[in-house]
């Protein structure tokens, strides 16, 4: 297999920290408009002023799922050379590297997340529903919306299934032929001859093919969840909360990587961003 020059290392690092950056910028953003839409929905306004606000927050989800394209596939093209280390990479922290998924999040954890949202909200807005209020969030998810995230569920969680039982097969060959074979009759362990040069290297494909599938089901499952099913407010809400989700996690995962002498994870920015 073709090694790492620092150059590769490091773009693979800038990546990162650049997504992450993209995260706090977008969310910003997006707070901005959940402010603005809130309060827009609280007084009067004309069904022109609606269409309006839906075609500006059409755009900010538009604009949300090409970064996150963009970010898939920046990392494949460095993924390609090397996704051993995206399988396990050392530019997240170990809280994060704990919950990943094929060298990301799970695609049915937006999933889960639309669930968690809508709970809370209609807790907290009960009270206000029960005097014939709505608001249009995510407590407000249509008979027909929740049948639609239940199936996208069912068949997220399904290809996830499939998809980790192949890689489980894939991390089971290393004790197969031919690595193991090709392992046990060398004679120097510094030594890696060419047998095992292209042993390595096949394995890594099939590692790529898993990451490129994973990386596919997760923009599927985003896309049809925020383009598909939910409304653009709605959309807007699970937005925001995704986003502190990842941003939250990365800061305390470096807080607890400190904590324990550890120096991983280090993205640079404010990852607390304000509702001002």
């Known amino acids: 297999m073709t090694s790492l020059n620092v150059s590769d290392q490091e773009a693979q690092h800038l990546c990162f920290k650049e997504w992450m950056k993209l995260q706090e910028q977008d969310l910003l953003e997006l707070l901005h408009a959940l402010n603005h839409s809130s309060s827009s929905s609280s007084s009067s306004s004309t069904s022109r002023t609606s269409a309006n606000s839906d075609c500006h927050l059409k755009q900010l989800i538009s604009k949300s799922i090409k970064h996150f394209q963009d970010y898939i596939d920046n990392r494949r093209h460095f993924a390609r050379n090397d996704v051993s280390a995206y399988l396990s990479p050392t530019w997240c922290t170990t809280l994060e590297s704990s919950m990943l998924w094929i060298s990301g999040c ?61 890689l489980a097969s894939l991390q089971e060959e290393i004790a197969d032929h031919p690595i193991a074979i090709i392992a046990n009759e060398v004679g120097n362990f510094a030594e890696i001859c060419g047998e095992a040069e292209e042993a390595l290297d096949k394995h890594a494909k099939c590692l790529m093919n898993v990451v490129e599938e994973a990386d596919k089901l997760r923009m599927e499952t985003f896309k049809e969840l925020v383009m598909n099913i939910l409304t653009p407010f709605q959309a807007l809400e699970f937005l925001v909360a995704s986003k502190k989700l990842h941003l939250c996690i990365n800061a305390w995962g470096k807080k607890r990587d400190l904590q324990h002498g550890r120096n991983r994870g280090t993205v640079e920015g404010n990852i607390y961003p304000t509702l001002s």
């Open 106 to 166: 799970h695609p049915s954890s937006f999933i889960r997340l639309v669930y968690a949202l809508s709970g809370r909200e209609l807790e907290s807005h009960l009270s206000n529903y029960l005097q014939g209020k709505r608001y249009g969030d995510l407590s407000e998810l249509s008979t027909i919306q929740l049948k639609s995230v239940d199936e996208l569920q069912m068949k997220t969680i399904s290809q996830e299934n499939r998809l980790s039982n192949k």
